[in-house]
Every structure is written in C-alpha cells, then in structure tokens.
C-alpha cells in the first residue's frame, strides 16, 4: 500500500512564505517523477512544478523565482518551498508521484495523489 502523506499548509498574508512537505512510503521500488499541483476554486487542477529521478525540474512560469521543489532522496520526500507568496497562489495543493511499485510478483508504474493541503494567501 503506497501512500503520500503531504503537511505544511495553512494561511498566510501576501509577501509571506509557507513550505510543503510530501511523503511516499509503502512498496516503492523506483521514484520516477514527484512534484505539486494545485487547484483553485472554480479552476482545473494545474502543475505547479515536478523533479525527475535524476533532478530534472520543470516550473510553471507564474511561480519561478519564488517556488523551489526539493527532495530528499533517503526519506521518500520531497518539499515545496513557497515565498513571496500571492493571493493567486490559493488553492488546494496535491502532491503527485510517478513511482514503479511492488505488484505481487511484478512491478508496475503508477500514479498517485495526496489528500491535498490548502494554501490560503490573504492580500
């Protein structure tokens, strides 16, 4: 059983700074790709920015030069920091992972979420 365990969100006023954390645990053989969405009311859910297995990192453009995704390669983990935050940033953010897993006596890739953590930036 894989899950993905997120923490770190909460309410903050523009200009503020807030950091996610993501963690994969279960039967994970390999981590292809890991990264953050995010959906807003009203809205579809969006990449927010990814990192490959072999430190790969894709940025959407309204948040490069404020948001850093990290991992931690040991702990399954990877963090989302998140500064100069701005009311546009409100949503609810998902982690993602692409990760090949124990399938009985097998392995598969798969895709999987987390429960979701909202952001709330105030102006």
């Known amino acids: 059983q894989v899950q993905l365990v997120e923490s770190g969100g909460g309410l903050v006023q523009a200009g503020g700074s807030l950091r996610l954390s993501c963690a994969a645990s279960?039967?994970?053989?390999?981590?292809?790709?890991m990264g953050w969405h995010r959906q807003a009311p009203g809205k579809q859910r969006e990449v927010v920015v990814t990192?490959?297995?072999?430190?790969?990192?894709n940025t959407r453009d309204s948040v490069r030069g404020r948001f850093t995704i990290s991992r931690d390669n040991a702990k399954n983990t990877v963090y989302l920091q998140m500064n100069n935050l701005k009311p546009e940033d409100t949503a609810v953010y998902y982690c993602?992972?692409?990760?090949?897993?124990?399938?009985?006596?097998?392995?598969?890739?798969?895709?999987?979420w987390g429960q979701g953590t909202q952001v709330t930036v105030s102006s």
């Open positions: 279960g039967s994970i053989f390999s981590i292809n790709v």
């Open positions: 993602n992972a692409d990760l090949t897993v124990a399938d009985g006596r097998n392995f598969a890739r798969r895709m999987f």
């Open positions: 990192i490959t297995n072999d430190g790969r990192i």
